[in-house]
């Protein structure tokens, strides 16, 4: 008898609470969803402006014949296959048919440039690919010889492929072909592979974000995966049809976790958006009940609302803050505001295609507390969230009754965290332990016994908490730092308060062991061209642009107002405009936007120099160069512009220091 006649219906205590029992992997539990709901709709992709639909039986079918085929191909059990692309069904199809045939999943971002490419599948010893489209096999075929352990190359989109002729490329429509013939002539067989899947095994081969070095492969074995996913969905449920917008990479562990694990054991609806220029559209027509969202996605939305009131009338700008001061009022005791939503905050929510959100989130990087705020007062039902790869993503989230906007809530029922080494205020390391946590790094015991002591994952961040037992992250320890005259500060903290401006798109605090705190900042280049335009000035980049004396001044009034909120010796002394975005692609940030600070040190070591010189000015001549390969060579001059006279604030500084030391 196969194992999907074996399985019996969810009782519907074990629906409560997301307990899986014996479908203890994720293609026992599609396989237990295509038995008894084959028709309900699993996934929706948008193409050309259409929603296409998958059931359940869909999905169970493209991973059985994908499966199939590839076993048939001479693929075994301990392969790795990468899947590299944006989010699309295929994507999750080829990392399910992997768990199947007991290979490992490891995602590779699409954005991942040639050299990051050969990395992960060398190291991951990958003999399948399967790539998104032509751009993406253009990536693998490029490499030629870098990639020997690549036997197959799987297209998803045939657009543009006819004329290539490597061995090694095999459409996905071709492998379902043969999938499929296997399953007429051996109906058994798939279930033969399922049943021996195992719980206990590795499963998924997930990239760590990278900040300092090179990402690690941590293993996350696949029973673990389940059930760390249920305590999740015990802090935040879910119910079968609910629909979720699946939009950050799902190389990323939380998005592992929203768009395969929960979507499986909820029974959730996974949409899959047509391109990111048409996410908001998108989100609207979708209308979901849950999204997630990094933080510098939340951000964007909160600058394209402020964009958008620069361009309406005076009366529908006095409209909007009367209605936005009233809401935020009553937020803060507790309430909403009846005529602040029926003035505005439904319209917007609805303009946003947030009107039928249950829950939001946000995780990955930290958040501003003021950013939060925004969104809880228009009536976005915002949680942050915390936590690491290595403990199969998110440990803890706010309830949805018990929000702070300085904490990450409190940690799921499967999860305990300590945090150790404290000072006299309660900030220590932050350590947790969790029902998913990983198992081991490719190839690295070394860093796997650093990070893992007495079965306690060490995050090196820093934290605290609160009375509440609300958990406060206030940044890596590492980048915890002091100035010269011993005043410690959070580059975080303050970088978050100021990109909650929304003329402020990135920006890096310095000020280890120097006299006072500066910054780099980058423009946010859509907001701040619009307010040029509107007052009259030309340019024509975003270096030309950043460049301008008039967004000096703008960019001034910006970064005074968060100096307004910080205590005199953690105020930013002087700035400068970037003559660029920060970029993945150079290595300034990890693909999960995290700055690396030691490279910005590096890179920038002139411009940082020349601000703590006193110099007014820094000639720039360098070139970049473009995601295709081409360069540009820019020449500019950075002007750096002072917001407190340097001289005072280490007076004042000073002075504070000697009356610590005297005490």
């Known amino acids: 008898?196969?194992?999907?006649?074996?399985?019996?219906?969810?009782?519907?205590?074990?629906?409560?609470?997301?307990?899986?029992?014996?479908?203890?992997?994720?293609?026992?539990?599609?396989?237990?969803?295509?038995?008894?709901?084959?028709?309900?709709?699993?996934?929706?992709?948008?193409?050309?402006?259409?929603?296409?639909?998958?059931?359940?039986?869909?999905?169970?079918?493209?991973?059985?014949?994908?499966?199939l085929a590839l076993v048939k191909q001479g693929?075994?059990?301990?392969?790795?296959?990468?899947?590299?692309?944006?989010?699309?069904?295929?994507?999750?199809?080829?990392?399910?048919?992997?768990?199947?045939?007991?290979?490992?999943?490891?995602?590779?971002?699409?954005?991942?440039?040639?050299?990051?490419?050969?990395?992960?599948?060398?190291?991951?010893?990958?003999?399948?690919?399967?790539?998104e489209d032509e751009e993406q096999c253009d990536k693998l075929l490029e490499l030629g010889d870098e990639i020997p352990d690549v036997k197959?190359?799987?297209?998803?989109?045939p657009r543009g492929m006819r004329k290539y002729n490597d061995k090694r490329l095999v459409s996905i429509e071709e492998l379902y072909e043969q999938g499929r013939a296997i399953d007429e002539s051996s109906p058994e067989l798939y279930n033969h592979y399922v049943d021996s899947t195992s719980p206990e095994e590795t499963a998924i081969y997930c990239t760590t974000s990278g900040t300092t070095s090179k990402p690690k492969i941590a293993f996350l074995s696949g029973g673990n995966f389940v059930k760390h996913c249920s305590s999740y969905l015990r802090a935040d449920p879910r119910q079968p049809g609910d629909n979720y917008v699946s939009v950050l990479p799902l190389p990323w562990i939380m998005e592992q976790v929203y768009?395969?694990?929960?979507?499986?054991?909820?029974?959730?609806?996974v949409n899959f958006v047509e391109e990111q220029e048409t996410l908001m559209a998108d989100l609207r027509e979708i209308g979901p009940s849950f999204v997630l969202l990094a933080p510098r996605v939340w951000e964007g939305i909160l600058a394209d609302v402020k964009a958008r009131m620069m361009d309406s009338t005076p009366l529908k700008q006095k409209l909007f803050n009367f209605a936005y001061d009233l809401a935020e009022k009553k937020q803060a005791q507790g309430q909403r505001s009846w005529l602040a939503d029926l003035l505005l905050m439904n319209a917007l929510k609805d303009r946003l295609g947030f009107s039928f959100l249950k829950s939001a989130a946000t995780g990955g990087a930290a958040m501003g507390p003021d950013t939060f705020r925004?969104?809880?007062?228009?009536?976005?039902?915002?949680?942050?969230?915390?936590?690491?790869?290595?403990?199969?993503?998110?440990?803890?989230?706010?309830?949805?009754?018990d929000v702070d906007y300085d904490s990450v809530g409190v940690a799921f029922d499967t999860a305990q965290v300590k945090v150790i080494n404290t000072d006299k205020e309660g900030v220590g390391e932050v350590i947790a332990k969790t029902v998913g946590m990983f198992t081991g790094y490719l190839d690295n015991q070394k860093a796997y016994d650093e990070d893992v002591i007495d079965g306690w994952m060490h995050t090196g961040d820093a934290g605290y908490f609160k009375p509440s037992g609300h958990l406060v992250i206030i940044d890596r320890i590492k980048d915890l730092a002091k100035t010269s005259f011993g005043v410690q500060y959070s580059p975080q903290y303050i970088e978050n308060k100021l990109k909650f401006s929304s003329f402020i798109g990135e920006a890096v605090i310095?000020?280890?062991?120097?006299?006072?705190?500066?910054?780099?900042?980058?423009?946010?280049?859509?907001?701040?061209?619009?307010?040029?335009?509107?007052?009259?000035?030309s340019f024509t980049n975003y270096t030309n642009?950043?460049?301008?004396?008039?967004?000096?001044?703008?960019?001034?009034?910006?970064?005074?107002?968060?100096?307004?909120?910080?205590?005199d010796a953690q105020k930013i002394n002087k700035f400068t405009l970037l003559y660029k975005e920060l970029d993945a692609d150079d290595g300034e940030l990890t693909r999960t936007r995290k700055v690396r600070r030691t490279v910005i040190a590096d890179k920038y070591g002139d411009i940082i120099e020349a601000i703590y010189d006193g110099q007014e000015a820094v000639d720039i001549d360098t070139v970049i160069t473009f995601q295709d390969g081409s360069n540009s060579r820019i020449q500019t001059q950075l002007n750096i512009a002072t917001l407190i006279d340097s001289h005072a604030i280490n007076k004042a500084t000073s002075s504070d220091s000697e009356q610590r030391r005297a005490s």
């Open 1 to 67: 008898m196969s194992g999907a006649n074996q399985t019996l219906p969810m009782s519907n205590e074990l629906v409560k609470d997301f307990e899986m029992g014996e479908l203890d992997t994720f293609p026992k539990i599609l396989r237990h969803n295509a038995t008894h709901w084959p028709n309900d709709i699993a996934m929706r992709e948008k193409e050309f402006g259409i929603w296409n639909e998958f059931t359940f039986q869909d999905y169970q079918n493209r991973v059985k014949w994908l499966s």
């Open 75 to 131: 693929i075994t059990a301990g392969d790795a296959i990468a899947l590299l692309g944006d989010n699309r069904p295929e994507w999750v199809w080829g990392e399910l048919a992997a768990h199947a045939m007991r290979c490992y999943s490891i995602g590779i971002f699409q954005d991942s440039l040639h050299e990051e490419v050969v990395y992960l599948l060398n190291k991951s010893n990958a003999t399948v690919v399967i790539a």
């Open 152 to 157: 197959i190359i799987v297209y998803c989109d």
């Open 259 to 269: 768009a395969v694990g929960q979507a499986l054991i909820a029974r959730q609806i």
């Open 374 to 401: 925004f969104f809880q007062t228009i009536g976005v039902p915002l949680r942050q969230l915390y936590g690491q790869t290595e403990l199969c993503g998110a440990y803890t989230v706010h309830q949805a009754d």
């Open 510 to 537: 310095l000020g280890k062991d120097k006299p006072y705190l500066s910054a780099i900042v980058c423009i946010r280049f859509s907001i701040v061209a619009k307010w040029a335009e509107q007052q009259g000035y």
């Open 545 to 567: 642009l950043s460049t301008l004396p008039e967004v000096y001044q703008k960019l001034t009034e910006e970064i005074q107002k968060v100096n307004d909120t910080l205590p």
